[in-house]
């Protein structure tokens, strides 16, 4: 199955491309992530992108779609993917187009996490990032065992330079201006499907869980992972 998560900052795209990624075994790819690795490693891609990011600005259009036309090519991305947070405009939905069509293959979904800003602005502040193995808590929907430490591996949490409430005003407005025309591009060519981004996560993933049993049995090539 190859999939887009579409939707604001904090509508739990995150979260949901984790589940699905492990019970389709397919890989989650996230630019988001991508970019965090390589800002931490400060690699040459991370050091240009770092300001941008810590902004909540968009990373330019061509460095991205570097960036996941590198990824899609890949021995694990044959079978299907999750694509979490890509595309962003128009311009990298056109490249991504491309890139698939160099690959023989195309987009099978587009899921469009449908959410309010009040929603996204609450998780975003209340998300919290383990600083060593990157698992994601909210200090309130999904606090941690012991406060200020990941349940997995015991790092530390820490709040995201972009979670801070004036860059997530900003993320959001962005996502307003150069992000949203996505919903209507793919509605257009019959990829787009909805849920609500704003109930609990498991609620959101029963709702996915059942979107597919329905794209499954209408078009049996997905159940087989083509
Ligand atoms: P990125 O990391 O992609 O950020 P985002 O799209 O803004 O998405 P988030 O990770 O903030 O939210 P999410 O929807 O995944 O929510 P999550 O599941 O984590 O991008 C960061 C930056 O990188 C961009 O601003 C840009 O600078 C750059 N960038 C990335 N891709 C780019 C591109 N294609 N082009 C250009 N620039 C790019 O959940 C959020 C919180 O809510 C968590 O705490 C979670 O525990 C909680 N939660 C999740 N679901 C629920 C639920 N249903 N109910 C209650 N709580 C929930």
Redesign the pocket.
Known sequence: MKLILL???????????KLLAKKESIPHI????I??EQMQKDSPLGVK?RQ??KN??????NI?LEVVANRLSAADAHKGFIL??????LK?ADGLNEALKTLNTAIDLVIY?NTSADVSIQ??C???VCKKCGA???IT??PPKKEGLCDFCQGELYLRD??KKDTVQR?LQ??QEQTAALIDYYRKNGKLREVS?????D??NAELQKLFSREKLANPALKNGE
């Open positions: 939707g604001p900052p904090g509508a739990g795209k995150g979260t949901q491309a996230s630019t988001g992530d970019l965090r992108v941008l990011v909540g600005e968009l990373v330019p259009d991205v979490d947070g890509f595309p962003r405009t990298q996490f998780r975003l209340g998300r919290r994601n808590f909210h929907n999904m972009d979670d993320r962005v996502y981004g704003d109930l609990e996560a609620k959101v």
